[in-house]
């Protein structure tokens, strides 16, 4: 995570994630258990930039109820400021779920609030776009069960192992989209969508300027424009 937002930030770190491929995360989580070295080994082929660089290391983790990982910020600055904590498991209070998660995404907005460019109360854990699987029910929900695949954003709290949400904020998992696929398709998604059918519906026959379809914006509306065939781009 302190990597992506290294890149995300446009700072110049560089990386190397070491990852395992995990089957069956019904019952447990994905944790990236990160270790910062300035060396790596002994200096060879994995290391970057002379080096220096962040190893990661992705294994399961059963959910045992009472904490949980996560990155917390307690104070503001750089990637650095990002620290892998034990906390809490929250608990989902009236209208809402604890949503193990299995993806998440890193997102401009999460650079602005570790920078401090927006305000937040601090401490707190970043992250504001996820998904996973529900877990928990608070009290009261029905529109929602056990074992559902579900992704939400807008509720900070995402760059951890479990999360609660409330149960409007949760978009059904179809089955032949992934939890990554998901998660990564929430926030830019949206925006994608309103920028086309609420800022300004597309007519047939309209021409579009898409800026850069390089970014997830950018594909994802030329994805839109492709599929649909609604308008002519640019």
Known sequence: IEAAHAVAGDERHHVVFQCDE????????????????????DGGKNAANGGNGCACRVFPRAYHGSTMRAIQITKT??????????LPTPEPGPGQV????EACGVNFIDV??????????????PGQEAAGTVIALGPDVTSAKVGDRVAWCHVTG????FAVAPVSKLIAI?????????????????TAHYL?????????GDDVLIHAGAGGVGLLRSEERRVGKECRSR
Do not use: C, N, W
């Open 22 to 41: 995990i089957d069956g995360l019904h019952a447990e989580s994905i944790v990236a258990e990160t270790a910062v070295e300035r060396t790596l080994g």
């Open 158 to 161: 995402t760059y951890a192992e």
């Open 112 to 125: 602005y609030l570790r920078e401090g460019r927006y305000p937040a109360q601090l401490p707190f854990v």
């Open 196 to 204: 086309a059918h609420s800022t300004y519906p597309i007519q047939k």
């Open 77 to 86: 600055g750089g990637p650095e400021v990002l620290a892998f904590r034990e």
């Open 98 to 101: 604890l949503i193990q998660i």
């Open 174 to 190: 179809p089955a032949d989209v992934s939890t990554r696929q998901a998660a990564a398709a929430m926030l830019q998604g949206m």
